[in-house]
């Protein structure tokens, strides 16, 4: 995600980091190519195209615009959403952690250990979420959190963060029977297990369920239609104006619907998508602090405004 702060009004005009520009740049090229001809074409044979009203093109530029705004609106709903998820889990793993500690008995060696596992499981919930969201392989991540045994089993499970929680699921059972805190304090924490829970398969519903394809193929088709037939309709009335003119207008359309495509799949890796290993390395901190761990993993920094 990009988090650099608003660019100089001088360099604005020229800031790609984060820009859509690198992902249009082929049809806007070919839109001003394109007026560039039909302008070229009107000069040297004049009322090759006659002059046509705007009233058309203002109308179609209107009902594309609002298509193109419920698409972005719809896309930064589930952007948002996924956003207000990662927020309730790190809600989820803090108050975990600290009912963890605070609740259990660390003097005794059975409540230390039973601390770490919880808080270790936890933190290897939060990255196994991360990847499977984003389709990589956890294993390097989760591995100093979980012991060889349980990552043997895991390998041959298809949802791993779920796997992980019932593993969590079974340790507090442990802790339940080892009468190690009330009944009550279990009721509390699995509550928060449930709501980290509720997370999990509320990102899978936003990851498998994108916009629909007819909505998204009809107005990448209206983009298309719009954009070309633009110059023969300007071109008799704006001259050689019509190539910038016709530049601007596709920079605009084809930027809102691109960025309304990757918006709609909030948990990748480009620049506006959301950054969930710094939010990861956010819980995997805080959650190791709290258990009085020293060896803590660096904060990860934006790298040239960009935070992964």
């Not at 690198?22 to 002059?51: C, G």
């Not at 975990?96 to 270790?120: C, K, L, N």
């Not at 009550?184 to 297990?193: A, F």
């Not at 001259?239 to 990757?262: H, K, M, Q, R």
Request: include cysteine; charged fraction near 15%.
């Amino acid at each position: 995600m990009i988090v650099r702060q608003q660019p100089h009004p001088l360099k604005i005009f020229f800031t790609l980091r984060g820009s859509i520009i690198p992902k249009i740049y082929p049809q806007i090229v070919l839109v001003t190519l394109l007026s560039l001809i039909v302008t070229i074409i009107q000069h040297e044979l004049p009322k090759s195209f006659p002059y046509y009203s705007t009233a058309m093109f203002t109308l179609l530029g209107i009902a594309l615009s609002l298509f193109l705004g419920f698409r972005n609106n719809a896309s930064y709903q589930r952007w948002w959403e996924a956003r207000t998820l990662w927020g309730q889990l790190v809600y989820d793993a803090r108050s975990f952690a600290r009912q963890i500690t605070s609740y259990i008995d660390s003097d005794t060696p059975a409540g230390r250990e039973a601390q770490r596992t919880m808080i270790h499981l936890t933190i290897a919930f939060t990255h196994a979420v991360r990847h499977r969201l984003r389709g990589t392989a956890p294993w390097t991540d989760i591995a100093p959190y979980v012991t060889p045994e349980h990552i043997e089993q895991l390998r041959h499970v298809r949802n791993v963060p779920d796997a992980i929680m019932r593993l969590m699921g079974k340790a507090l059972g442990d802790i339940r029977r080892q009468q190690m805190v009330s009944e009550q304090i279990i009721q509390n924490m699995d509550e928060r297990l449930n709501s980290m829970t509720v997370v999990l398969a509320a990102c899978e519903r936003i990851l498998n369920t994108p916009l629909p394809f007819a909505y998204m193929l009809l107005v990448h088709r209206t983009t298309y239609i719009y954009c070309i037939m633009l110059p023969f309709g300007l071109v008799a009335s704006m001259g050689w104006t019509t190539p910038f003119v016709c530049a601007v207008i596709a920079y605009t359309f084809f930027g809102l619907d691109a960025l309304s495509e990757e918006l709609e799949d909030p948990f990748g890796m480009a620049a506006n998508q959301l950054p969930l290993m710094a939010l990861s390395r956010t819980i995997e901190v805080n959650l190791l602090e709290a258990l009085d761990d020293g060896d803590i993993p660096p904060d990860i920094a934006p790298v040239n405004g960009y935070l992964p």
